[in-house]
């Protein structure tokens, strides 16, 4: 298995040219494609700043807040707090945040 990528090191930037790309998230019954459908910045005590990230699922069952491994074939593999927000137009909604 790849090695993690360093959160505190990640930034939007990373994040905004994989617009509408595939993360692969790692279940237990097996990976869930999670489309990113939107990056807002944000406040925080991060260097760049905080910044969110929304992810889009299909429609189905909710997986609950946890902590997930995600992985994106050039972001490499993370370890992301996802929190479900509800059913978006899109799915189901899950957001991580950065702070």
């Given amino acids: 298995m ?3 990528v360093d959160l505190a090191a990640l930034a939007i930037d990373d994040f ?3 617009f509408n790309g595939t993360f692969d998230l ?4 097996g990976p869930i494609a999670l489309r ?3 990056a807002d910045r944000g406040g925080g005590g991060r260097p760049g700043g905080g910044f969110s990230l929304l992810f ?3 429609p189905g069952p909710w997986l609950s ?8 074939p050039t972001c490499g593999t993370m370890e992301l707090f996802l929190v479900p927000i509800g059913p978006i137009e899109q799915g189901n909604g899950y957001q991580a945040v950065f702070a």
């Fill in 2 to 4: 790849a090695p993690s």
């Fill in 16 to 18: 905004i040219p994989h």
């Fill in 26 to 29: 790692h279940t237990a019954h």
């Fill in 36 to 38: 990113l459908i939107r």
């Fill in 56 to 58: 889009a699922s299909a």
């Fill in 65 to 72: 807040q946890a902590i997930y491994q995600i992985t994106h």
